[in-house]
């Protein structure tokens, strides 16, 4: 069984800056890569960056010189710091672990934390 346990969401200004993590536990040998994706109401859900556990990241075109994605193998967590966020930032935002296990290789996401970027 593997958890992903999210923190950091919440209000924040345009222009300001927010910080989220997503940490992992369970039965987990080996960490592939975390993402983080996100999902506005009525739209699909996206990619907003992603990071291999050798330190490899792509970044939504949207995002790129404004999101920085991290990752503390040591910790099994991942982060996305979130700087200059704008209104068309708001969303839920999910994490994502890619890992293998003895059984195979799989994927698991967390609950879902909301972000919303208002004056």
């Known amino acids: 069984q593997v958890q992903l346990v999210e923190s950091g969401g919440g209000l924040v200004q345009p222009g300001g800056s927010l910080r989220l993590s997503c940490a992992a536990s369970g039965s987990i040998f080996v960490i592939n890569a975390m993402g983080w994706y996100r999902q506005a109401p009525g739209k699909e859900r996206d990619v907003v960056a992603t990071?291999?556990?050798?330190?490899?990241?792509n970044y939504a075109d949207s995002v790129k010189g404004r999101f920085t994605i991290a990752i503390d193998n040591g910790k099994n967590t991942v982060y996305l710091q979130m700087n200059k966020p704008e209104p068309e930032d708001t969303a839920v935002y999910y994490c994502k672990l890619d890992y293998s296990d003895y059984e195979g290789r799989f994927d698991s996401w967390g609950q879902g934390i909301q972000v919303t970027v208002s004056s």
């Open positions: 990071i291999t556990s050798g330190g490899t990241t």
